[in-house]
């Protein structure tokens, strides 16, 4: 496997469907950049859940996640479960999104989630972000869609139990639901860990990898 430094990131855009899918599917990645970065520049879009108890967890969950960090969060109110039918309502929240932007490295869904919403998201990233870095997380869920993913990024013990604790401390609101515990995410970040040769690791899936003699530069 050849590694892949960040060194360099300055500025990320971070999407998700649903206010928590972000920090679920990189939570961890993203505290691995506050923590080396913690001048960022973060970039969020979350298509469902303005005005209501999930917009509030979710600016918690990322001032927490970033409390050095420029954290620019849009979170848009079209109707969970739903984005499909609303199409073009949902580019032109890219569209502007991809215009208030130029990041070094855009996390998103992964194009082969089951979740309609999800998937919508994911294959619409690439239409805005055409020449940039574009990660898929995974989401744990009860469809069996988990990819077989291409990058990983070794999660050090500390950062992992840091995700599961601020998943349960900062969205009350799923705590009920039956993928929403530490067994869960951390038994998903030990699995992905076992793939490549780490404790723990989120993983995601690369959309576009261009390799040239003078080094590795992934669209």
């Known amino acids: 496997m050849m590694p892949l430094k960040v060194d360099d990131i300055s500025s990320i855009a971070v999407i998700g469907a649903h206010c928590d899918d972000i920090l679920i599917g990189a939570g961890a990645t993203l505290m691995q950049i506050a923590r080396h970065r913690p001048d960022v520049a973060v970039h969020v879009l979350v298509l469902t859940g303005a005005g209501t108890e999930r917009e509030v967890e979710e600016k918690g969950a990322f001032a927490a996640v970033f409390p050095q960090a420029d954290v620019r969060l849009t979170v848009a109110d079209l109707p ?8 073009g309502v949902v580019k032109r929240h890219f569209a502007q999104f991809r215009r208030s932007c130029e990041p070094d490295l855009v996390l998103g869904p992964q194009r082969h989630d089951f979740h309609q919403d999800h998937r919508l998201v994911a294959e619409l990233i690439p239409t805005e972000f055409r020449a940039h870095l574009v990660l898929g997380y995974e989401i744990l869920k009860w469809e069996s869609d988990l990819p077989n993913p291409s990058v990983y990024v070794d999660i050090p013990d500390d950062v992992a139990y840091e995700k599961a604790k601020l998943l349960a401390r900062c969205y009350p609101s799923q705590s009920g639901r039956d993928w929403f515990d530490d067994e869960a995410f951390l038994g998903l ?31």
Request: with cysteine; aromatic share 8%.
């Open 80 to 87: 969970d479960g739903r984005l499909p039918e609303h199409w």
């Open 189 to 219: 970040m030990r699995v992905r860990g076992v793939q490549c040769r780490a404790h723990y690791a989120e993983a995601f899936v690369c959309e576009k990898a261009v390799v040239s003699p003078l080094g590795l530069q992934s669209r």
